[in-house]
């Protein structure tokens, strides 16, 4: 008879996260809150006369020890500099990455805070300014270990696993198709600023990894660091659906931005392109995730046939999107 294996997260039982923080030094107080997390899991967990601690275990296989602990070094760096990140805790020994029973985990420093306004203007100018110091940080050196965002991983192979494995029959030639013009078209944009420089990003800077607190925003999460493009993580704040009002927001978090740090004009016309990678590359993590049973219970609407139908109506409006003028500086 063959059985279903079970996935490495449901070994995280309540007494494996609380035996894996206690095995670091920490007495826990058996209280424990799971966090909005799948690509990870992570917890707040509650440390005996002591404030919560949070704890994220790594997703086993995705990063190397290699990988991590670069992005453990670059928030290091970062909080360093007093730039407003949650950086992993550091123990008397000088780590920041644990392992138990197979499991790979770090700590942080629980911080509160509610997301930015995004339709902000004031809120987006300090956003940029933050950003300029960030990039200014990880303009110092490169990751060694750490990927490329590039078109190859984030768009040719999200493309290939999505149309060998999950769209239906019915779609498959149409997705592949439209698929295939939109590379054409991000290629070709990448390709007339292939010079741009890239520098370490947080590379997934929306909405949900940041914490306003205090007029100053807190950035979470660095997981998906990697070398890209600084307009990388600064197009992702511009929330408005028009053109107009794009534009205004774009101009104030440039303006917070160059404060700090120098803006290369030609990566804005990279916006729509990298906008089409992360749209591809999206609908593949939920691909590749799907045999996490997290995954289903959480994102219901996913590998249906009106999830297809509408995830290729978007990417063909993504289509006249790459069309259009690249946004303004105003």
């Given at each position: 008879m063959n059985t279903v294996a079970p996935h490495p997260f449901e070994t995280l039982t309540p007494e494996f996260i609380l035996a894996a923080v206690e095995s670091v030094g920490y007495f826990c107080d058996g209280h424990i809150l799971a966090l909005n997390s799948y690509e990870n899991r992570v917890y707040q967990v509650g440390i005996d006369d002591q404030p919560p601690l949070i704890a994220k275990f790594?997703?086993?296989?995705?990063?190397?020890?290699?990988q991590i602990l670069e992005e453990h070094q670059y928030c290091l760096e970062?909080?360093?500099?007093?730039l407003p990140v949650v950086a992993p805790m550091v123990d008397e020994q000088g780590y920041t990455l644990h392992e138990y029973n197979g499991f790979r985990f770090a700590l942080y420093v629980r911080r509160g805070g509610r997301a930015p306004e995004l339709?902000?203007?004031?809120?987006?100018?300090v956003l940029g300014r933050t950003l300029g110091r960030i990039h200014l940080v990880g303009a110092s050196k490169p990751f060694l270990h750490r990927p490329v965002?590039?078109?190859e991983s984030f768009g040719y192979k999200s493309i290939e696993f999505v149309r060998d494995h999950f769209i239906p029959d019915s779609l498959r030639e149409a997705y592949a198709t439209l698929a295939q013009d939109l590379m054409e078209m991000v290629e070709a944009a990448f390709a007339e600023v292939s010079d741009v420089r890239?520098?370490?990003?947080?590379?997934?800077?929306?909405?949900?990894n940041l914490l306003w607190r205090d007029e100053t925003p807190h950035f979470v999460d660095f997981d998906d660091a990697r070398m890209a493009p600084a307009i990388q993580d600064l197009w992702m704040l511009l929330s408005s659906p028009e053109r107009l009002e794009r534009e205004k927001q774009l101009a104030?978090?440039?303006a917070g931005y160059s404060e700090f740090a120098d803006f290369d004009p030609r990566e804005l016309h990279l916006i729509e392109p990298l906008r089409t990678l992360r749209m591809l590359h999206y609908c593949a993590w939920l691909a590749r995730r799907w045999e996490?049973?997290?995954f289903p219970h959480s994102f219901t609407f996913f590998n249906t046939e009106r999830y297809w139908g509408e995830h290729i109506l978007q990417?063909?409006?993504q289509f006249f999107a790459l069309k259009e003028p690249v946004l303004r500086l105003m």
């Open positions: 790594y997703r086993p296989q995705r990063w190397s020890n290699e970062l909080a360093e500099e007093e339709d902000n203007l004031e809120h987006l100018f965002l590039d078109s890239l520098i370490r990003v947080h590379g997934d800077c929306h909405g949900g104030e978090v440039i996490d049973p997290a990417l063909r409006e």
